[in-house]
Structures are given as structure tokens and as C-alpha cells.
């Protein structure tokens, strides 16, 4: 099956300091990535989508500049959350599809920022 | 009206029980449905994917699609404790993996 790895999966830091989360498709080359934030007991809310080689396309109200997404090969995309902040707070999974095929996520990173 | 609407729950049953889960949705464009399964603390599981209307069977699992009431369904048969988790449905106009709208998901609790 496809395989989709997500690292950290737990990562608690200070206000002001900027994350990384790394998103690997295993045992697939991803056509194209997602990048998601899940609130407790809520459904997933889209943040951006990367196409390998180019830049995402972030929804409406996620903001390009404090979530930098980089997308270098077919099979990694990272998220950087810079200085985070306590608001930033979440739960962020990624996920990765290939063409006509459904989406497989990762297993989701909390962050916690002090 | 929501695009997808799932009824969040929570779901308890038996173990053993007969398991209905459904969604509708409003727009009639949505040919792609898929179901997820989520345990707490973990990204989405693909269960399931089907295209159109039909039912399609997967060992427990059985997902049902009738375009014409917008209703989509999946059905977990002899359901077992690990099953409890959430249930969401997701579906597209376009293809399986790309522009799709996830329903808010069922707590599904499947109780010894």
C-alpha cells in the first residue's frame, strides 16, 4: 500500500522559534502533496496544496509567509511554521497522492508552542 | 446547507453489531467518494474509494453510493473494538485525489 511517513510527530517549542515538518512518500512518487490543520474533535481544514518543483497554492486565509512550504522532489514536502506562536498550536498532517489515485496521509505532527 | 453533512455522533454499538455510516451532500457534481478512518492521534486511514453510484466490497467493509438522493454510505459488518475511531467521508467532482470536501467526520465506538 502506499506509505506516507510524517516527522516529528510531536514537537513542543518556545514562542518565536520556527518548525519544520518533513513529508515523505515512501513507496510512491507523489504527483502532488497536501498540507492540512486539524483543531480537536474537528475535520481537517486544507491549508495548501504543492506540486513538486513549484510553488503551493495556499487556501484562502492561510498565510503564505508563516507557513512556508517547500516541495523538492517527488517524494519530500516540508512545512515551516516560522516563529510560531501559541495560536499555532495544532495538530498539521500531510498528505500525498499520485495521479487518479486517492490521498494518503501521514500520521500528523502536534505542535505545541509555550 | 453544508456542502457534506456527516452526523458527528458519537456511535456506540456492540461488538458484533452491524455498523450503518453515512453522508449526504449537495452538490450533484461529486463523482469520487472516499472513506477515511481516523484514530485519535493519527492522520486519516484510506478504507475505502468508489467512483459513481454502486456498492463496493472490502472484506467487513461495504460503501454504497446513490447519486440520485446524494447519500453515500459505509457499512462495517461484525464490527470489533478496533474499529472505534472516526469516519470521515470525502468527496470530489474531479478525480479521487484533489479538490475534494471532507464531511466533519462520526465518533464510532464500538463497545466489548
Known amino acids: 500500500g502506499a506509505v506516507v511517513s510524517q516527522h516529528p510527530s510531536r514537537v513542543i517549542c518556545k514562542s518565536g522559534t520556527s518548525v519544520k515538518i518533513e513529508c515523505r512518500s515512501l513507496d510512491f512518487q507523489a504527483t502532488t502533496m497536501f498540507w492540512y490543520r486539524q483543531f480537536p474533535k474537528k475535520s481537517l481544514m486544507l491549508m495548501a496544496t504543492s506540486n513538486e518543483g513549484s510553488k503551493a497554492t495556499y487556501e484562502q486565509g492561510v498565510e503564505k509567509d508563516k507557513f512556508l512550504i517547500n516541495h523538492a522532489s517527488l517524494t519530500l514536502s516540508t512545512l515551516t511554521v516560522t516563529s510560531a506562536h501559541p495560536e499555532d498550536s495544532s495538530f498539521y498532517i500531510c498528505?500525498?497522492?499520485?495521479?487518479?489515485?486517492?490521498?494518503?496521509f501521514g500520521d500528523g505532527t502536534r505542535l505545541s508552542i509555550l | 446547507q453544508k456542502e457534506v453533512e456527516q452526523d458527528p455522533g458519537p456511535l456506540s454499538v456492540p461488538e458484533g453489531a452491524i455498523v450503518s455510516l453515512n453522508c449526504t451532500y449537495s452538490?450533484?457534481?461529486?463523482?469520487?467518494f472516499m472513506w477515511y478512518r481516523q484514530y485519535s492521534r493519527k492522520g486519516p486511514e484510506l478504507l475505502m474509494y468508489?467512483?459513481?453510484?454502486g456498492n463496493k466490497e472490502d472484506g467487513r467493509f461495504t460503501a454504497q453510493v446513490d447519486k440520485s438522493s446524494k447519500y453515500i454510505s459505509l457499512f462495517i459488518r461484525d464490527s470489533q473494538p478496533s474499529d472505534s475511531a472516526t469516519y470521515l467521508c470525502?468527496?470530489?467532482?474531479?478525480?479521487?485525489?484533489?479538490?475534494?470536501?471532507f464531511g466533519p467526520g462520526t465518533r464510532l465506538s464500538v463497545l466489548p
Open positions: 468508489t467512483y459513481s453510484s
Open positions: 452538490n450533484s457534481a461529486f463523482q469520487y
Open positions: 470525502a468527496m470530489s467532482a474531479f478525480n479521487y485525489g484533489q479538490n475534494f470536501v
Open positions: 498528505s500525498a497522492r499520485r495521479e487518479n489515485q486517492p490521498q494518503h
